[in-house]
């Protein structure tokens, strides 16, 4: 209830208010500027064409305007939504209620800087950019695919379907990008929410923050961050299902339905499933079973025989949204399921024949948002999760296999290590953060994450199965705060502050056989900080500097493995670097022609670079491992270009040039000569490119109907696996060039109600390869059926 001293206050003010608009001779208009799903716009401005009088929104899209009496024309614009202009009769001492609607733009097509919330990315201060998924949704791309154009992103796998899966952003790989769904940290959640797995209907769009990270995700990253975001739109109730089949006996298939009823409640399904064989042909060294040599001078055209994946996931939520208490109050459940056949090592030349794993991943979870809990300008949100993942390794055979399908008898079994067991892993998470606006020119951001970890070993060969004496345990807890100052829409300014704190427990050797262990512990803090701006320059342009004293925490993986082919290591230490971004982007609409382009600059300074190497096993076996290697410096410049014409078509680009220095004068722990000092840091891409074009034919058949047709591509520049001065003189240390196209073919029909798609990945049949030259598909075809219902 409203305090008497304050509505006398109001009243006073009203009066004010009213004389002074007495007097004079002019009038208002005033409304409300939202998006074309109802959602309030950031920094969108009113004006009225040809005169000084212009204003901006609040931050539930409110606006109102004073002028003098007449007739003018009103424009309404914000970065990614298309510019509306209305004319309007403004009368002497009357008020004007005039409410607009904007649309995203969609000219850029599955580029960057589209409408509704992508605008806010855009906007802000930080290095960040936005991919809209929805022109990818009659495609079989993944996120991961859909991921790969956006500037300095390079997708690599080890090989098809449910292969293991690292993202490389400006240099920095894997473990150095953190992954979130909807602000929800994605550690340890199973190889079925991996981005190469998750279909790109999943998301609305795919948000990417390069080098420095705004404290809402609470992220240890010193790479970058990813936030796939997931649709929020309020739909009385709706059907998205489709179904894809290609090559090597691919099979996908995913369903989304859900409904919101007027009173707020709300349920929504989403679930997937991913089946392929893999049995795609590759060229590798064949090991001799009469002589035990790999002639690796020689190689044979063979075909995968052990690498049938499939997994099934569904994820469900209920609740309620937009009631007076909450914004969103939602229940979830996700349950996934993952079978996984181990074609190889990380090495190629090294083959299995029926080495497996199997798992499944058990997820409740709880999301509440409020915009103006308690008062005006606090909004709250709570994410918190429970994961268990159980996988289970199998490698009990007695016989070992080389890439023609032979077999030879094994002197014991295993043809990694003999074993038979699960690992149970039991991860919680929880994400809290608070936005407090005062005014129109100050933000206050606090947010706190926490995850804990811990993982026991039961070993199924043994009568009863034996657990672990030492359970492997770590939790970490990151608590940021940041101010944002803007005052006006031309600029805004963010500084920030992060607190780290990481626990570890486990297991380390004690002999040298590695077959005693002792319990060890640690804990760590540290404290690192930032800022960011940006400026709205004239003539459409902007520009973004930023930087950030980061640490990246060690990973689940890195300090306790996987269990099988990767060894981990207790005693890592944290990554520490200093991140430095520069970016000026230009963004204009002539008419029927739009314009997009932007260009970045990148320099990291990391001290404790967490590398992953390989460790030669006896046996000709071998694992990965990980290292802390001291210095690495990163120099790099990324480049982004679209053009669209009308909505007839579309094209652009994007290239990236990272230079990843050794910085360590000296060997690692010692004090000898450091033989790869200043050379590039092994088993990284560092120059890579792509492009498209996109053709659209609108009214084919029917007005509603859009046949589409787009071609791709892939440039990666050759790169050494190991370091650089021993690779250059040995080509079998070399990963080539590789240049892979792409087509692809749509029809909708009916606004998009019913849809059809044909693909052809790789259609030159390139060689293609990844992490130590793990060979990739060649030519691949695939078909894809959609249907949409519903609003």
Excluded at 2 to 13: A, E, G, N, Q
Excluded at 108 to 135: D, P, R, W
Excluded at 321 to 338: C, E, I, Q
């Amino acid at each position: 209830m409203t305090s008497p001293k304050r509505t006398f206050l109001l009243l006073i003010l009203s009066i004010i208010s009213l004389s002074a608009f007495a007097q004079d001779n002019s009038g208002m208009i005033s409304g409300k500027i939202l998006s074309s799903d109802g959602d309030p716009i950031d920094y969108a401005t009113v004006s009225l064409k040809g005169t000084s009088y212009m204003c901006s929104i609040n931050e539930k899209g409110l606006y109102h305007l004073k002028a003098p009496a007449g007739e003018y024309v009103v424009v309404v614009s914000s970065v990614g939504f298309d510019k509306v202009e209305t004319k309007i009769n403004i009368k002497s001492k009357e008020r004007v209620k005039l409410n607009i609607k904007l649309n995203p733009v969609t000219q850029l097509a599955e580029i960057i800087v589209v409408g509704n919330q992508l605008s806010k990315v855009k906007n802000s201060a930080f290095n960040a950019t936005a991919v809209n998924t929805q022109e990818l949704v009659n495609t079989t791309k993944t996120l991961s695919e859909a991921l790969s154009k956006a500037p300095g992103m390079k997708i690599r796998e080890s090989g098809g379907v449910g292969s293991d899966m690292a993202v490389t952003m400006d240099g920095f790989s894997g473990k150095h990008v953190k992954v979130f769904i909807d602000g929800v940290p994605q550690e340890g959640v199973g190889s079925s929410f991996s981005l190469n797995n998750i279909p790109v209907n999943f998301a609305d769009r795919i948000e990417v923050y390069r080098g420095v990270v705004p404290v809402g995700f609470g992220a240890d990253a010193i790479g970058g961050v990813i936030n796939i975001v997931t649709p929020k739109r309020q739909r009385r109730w709706f059907l998205d299902a489709s179904y894809s089949y290609g090559s090597f006996n691919t099979h996908k298939s995913y369903v989304n339905f859900g409904q919101t009823l007027r009173n707020g409640f709300k349920y929504e399904i989403n679930a997937f499933q991913n089946y392929s064989d893999n049995n795609y042909w590759v060229d590798s060294p064949v090991e001799n079973f009469e002589t035990g040599a790999i002639n690796r001078k020689k190689s044979e055209h063979v075909r995968r025989f052990n690498d049938t994946y499939h997994n099934e996931a569904i994820i469900a939520k209920v609740g309620f949204v937009n009631k007076s208490w909450a914004d969103r109050l939602l229940v979830g459940f996700n349950y996934s399921h993952m079978y996984k056949e181990m074609q190889t090592g990380v090495r190629q030349e090294i083959v299995y024949g029926q080495k497996h794993r199997h798992g499944h991943s058990l997820i409740p979870s709880l999301e509440y948002g409020k915009r103006n809990l308690f008062t005006k300008g606090l909004d709250v949100s709570l994410n918190a999760n429970y994961n268990r993942n159980i996988t289970t390794n199998v490698d009990t055979s007695a016989v070992k296999y080389n890439w023609r399908g032979e077999t030879a008898t094994l002197n014991s079994p295993g043809e990694q290590s003999y074993q038979l067991s699960k690992a149970i892993n039991n991860n919680y998470s929880a994400a809290f953060t608070a936005n407090y606006r005062l005014g129109e020119k100050h933000v206050f951001t606090i947010n706190d994450v926490f995850n804990a970890f811990n993982r026991y070993n039961e070993d199924i060969l043994t009568t009863p199965p034996s657990k672990d004496e030492f359970s492997k345990v770590t939790s970490k807890n990151i608590v940021g705060v940041s101010y944002r100052y803007m005052p006006n829409t031309k600029f805004n300014f963010t500084v920030f502050g992060k607190q780290y704190h990481q626990y570890v427990s486990g297991p380390m050797a004690t002999s040298s056989a590695q077959d005693v262990y002792r319990i060890t512990s640690r804990s760590i803090d540290y404290l690192g900080y930032g800022a960011a701006g940006t400026w709205f320059m004239p003539l459409g342009f902007q520009m973004k500097a930023s930087y950030e004293k980061a640490y990246r925490l060690p990973t689940i993986e890195e300090m306790f493995g996987d269990e099988d082919l990767e060894i981990g290591d207790i005693s890592l230490r944290p990554e520490a670097s200093h991140n430095i971004n520069l970016n000026i982007s230009y963004n204009a609409t002539l008419g029927s022609h739009t314009v997009y382009a932007e260009a970045g600059f990148i320099y990291r300074d990391t001290r404790d670079y967490i590398q992953r190497n390989i460790l030669a096993l006896s046996g000709g076996k071998s694992a990965a491992t990980y290292v802390n290697y001291g210095k690495v410096d990163t120099k790099g410049i990324s480049a982004s270009v679209r053009y669209s014409y009308s909505k007839w078509i579309s094209l652009g680009g994007n290239f990236t040039l990272m230079n990843v220095r050794d910085n360590m004068p000296t060997a690692q722990g010692s004090t000898a000569e450091n033989l790869s000092y200043k050379e590039r840091m092994p088993n990284l891409p560092y120059m890579f490119a792509d492009s498209d074009i996109n053709l659209y034919w609108r009214g084919l058949g029917r007005k509603s109907n859009v046949l589409t047709v787009t071609y791709d591509n892939q440039y990666t520049h050759s790169f050494c696996y190991y370091t650089a001065n021993i690779g250059s003189n040995n080509d079998d240390y070399i990963v080539p060039d590789q240049f892979a196209h792409n087509l692809t073919v749509s029809y909708g029909i009916g606004n998009g109600r019913y849809n059809l798609s044909l693909e052809c990945r790789n259609f030159t049949n390139a060689r293609l390869y990844d992490n130590f030259s793990l060979q990739k598909a060649g030519r691949a075809f695939y078909g894809k059926v959609r249907i949409y219902f519903g609003n």
